[in-house]
């Protein structure tokens, strides 16, 4: 192999690492992960036939899911062979994107940017539909500016995603002009892109600048108790070791019971108790986390809850609400069941039986179970059933320092802004935080800290594009990544065929 052709799958594994690495960084570098990707292909598919370029393309596209999916869920607790399962399902998605890339840099010249972008966007969009698989928004790890992000309101995080391609591949050629393919390093190709960001940008900026104050607000508090894995191993079911777990989210109840004035919600992560079935006023009466403190009247009590009764064949997950009854003493109020949603792994799960919102002291909650959130649908049912604020009760702690923590984390805040819904997020082992509808931070726990986040969040609750359009995106996408294509295709054959006509 020369110099010449070893450059791009160089360039690949560069984008591979960056996107990875955006991960940990949250998306600070994921801006530049498109640019390398973009070049590899431009110097790989130059001069090639559709055919060849879609070939070379999905060997570059794949190299790159490879490497960084295996970084991103590097040393998690799942069995080695879901690894394997999941390393060759993001090859063969990024490998697949990648083809269909290749194609459009040789059929569509100036405008492969704009046609992948848009291309991706429809891929991220279509694996956020019922839970088929995780989908990784590149949009969605830019969560922290909330000036740009404020674009997923109405194209939603996987349009937000398309929109890094566009610019990233828009700016590829200027890199790629350095070996040699000064064609690419054009004004037009790159204007339009940085053009719609600039608007977008402004945009985002006049719309936080006149967001309302919001009339009312809730107290809200996320508890992270940031237990080790190994000895939640050891406190499954009954004996000491639980107790111990239990007396550590118990110390955590009582401060956040303690603020003035007290929550009107408090959140415990998903896994802090465990149940043989399902759980009841009694059980949880039995727990002195629950019951050696009085609960104040107004306050509702939310926790993830998991018991090992066999639903066909796995343990069940599930969201209980507690109340206080006269005395004071926790009552629950209803159980959730929500069974558990990893893909690849849990692949019996029906969207009827995840996506729903519960009644808590008035309040509609939208309730998600750790990686639920990964999922734009869970966000926008609540938000079209009325809920007036979103919750997510997670439990990272088992991913240990697994770079996918961080992406899962992050990308949480973006429901907020796609269903205009205020959100607070309770980490076992973190990150816990709360957003208000805009996604502007209220407070934040950092991973592996201990501690009761209470927040006052204010209750707007706003009306966005992407609550009333939704998937229904993935319309415009498919039709920017493939009209084009198409015609172009039909202009190339009419001409042979009147040709042999004549």
């Not at 991706?120 to 922290?144: C, D, H, K, Q, V």
């Not at 894995?229 to 499954?236: I, R, S, V």
């Not at 019951?291 to 306050?299: C, K, Q």
Request: overall charge positive; charged content about 15%.
């Amino acid at each position: 192999m020369n110099e010449r052709s070893r450059v791009p799958l160089l360039l690949a594994l560069c984008s591979a690492f960056v996107q990875a690495h955006g991960a940990i960084t949250t998306g600070h570098l994921m801006w530049l992960a498109a640019v390398p990707w973009g070049a590899a292909l431009v110097l790989a598919c130059r001069d090639s036939s559709p055919a060849r370029a879609a070939r070379t393309a999905f060997g570059l596209g794949a190299w790159i899911g490879a490497v960084s999916s295996a970084h991103l869920w590097g040393i998690a607790y799942y069995h080695p062979a879901v690894y394997v399962l999941t390393i060759a399902y993001h090859a063969l998605v990024w490998g697949t994107f990648s083809a269909f890339a290749g194609v459009a840099l040789v059929r569509s010249g100036g405008t492969w940017a704009l046609r992948s972008g848009a291309a991706w966007a429809l891929i991220e969009g279509a694996r956020s539909i019922g839970g088929w698989s995780f989908p990784f928004y590149f949009g969605g790890t830019l969560a922290r500016e909330t000036v740009v992000v404020q674009l997923a309101s109405v194209i939603g995080t996987s349009g937000l995603s398309g929109l890094l391609f566009w610019v990233g591949f828009g700016a590829s050629g200027y890199l790629a002009a350095a070996w040699g393919e000064r064609r690419w390093a054009r004004p037009g190709l790159l204007l339009p892109p940085l053009a719609f960001v600039a608007l977008s940008t402004g945009w985002g900026a006049l719309r936080l600048h006149n967001a309302p104050r919001a009339r009312t607000s809730e107290r809200v508090a996320a508890l992270q108790g940031s237990i080790p894995p190994w000895f939640y191993t050891l406190a499954a079911g009954t004996g000491p070791y639980r107790r111990v777990v239990e007396e550590h989210y118990g110390f955590l109840y009582r401060k956040a019971l303690a603020s003035s004035p007290p929550p009107d919600f408090v959140l415990f992560p998903e896994t802090t108790f465990d149940w043989p079935t399902l759980p009841n006023t009694a059980a949880i009466r039995r727990l002195a986390t629950l019951s050696a403190t009085r609960i104040p009247p107004r306050t509702q009590i939310v926790f993830g809850v998991a018991f090992t009764e066999s639903y066909e064949g796995g343990s069940v997950n599930g969201v209980g609400i507690a109340s206080a009854d006269a005395a004071g003493l926790p009552r629950l109020d209803s159980v959730i069941t929500k069974h558990q949603l990893v893909p690849l792994i849990e692949m019996r799960d029906r969207p009827s039986d995840i996506w729903q919102v519960a009644d808590a002291g008035g309040k509609r909650l939208g309730v998600m179970i750790c990686y639920e959130s990964m999922y734009t649908e869970p966000a926008l049912f609540a938000s079209r059933r009325g809920a007036s604020l979103l919750t997510v009760l997670s439990d990272d702690g088992g991913m240990r320092h697994a770079p996918i923590a961080w992406t899962h984390a992050e990308q949480d805040r973006m429901r907020a802004i796609e269903a205009g819904i205020p959100l607070v997020r309770a980490g076992q082992a973190g990150v816990s935080y709360g957003v208000d509808a805009y996604g502007r931070l209220l407070g934040r726990l950092d991973s592996w800290k201990v501690g009761a986040l209470t927040v006052d969040v204010p209750m707007n609750r706003l009306e966005t594009v992407y609550t009333a359009v939704g998937r229904y995106w993935l319309v415009i996408w498919a039709a920017i990544a493939f009209t084009g294509l198409r015609l172009r295709r039909f202009r190339e054959i009419l001409p042979r065929e009147e040709a042999r006509g004549g």
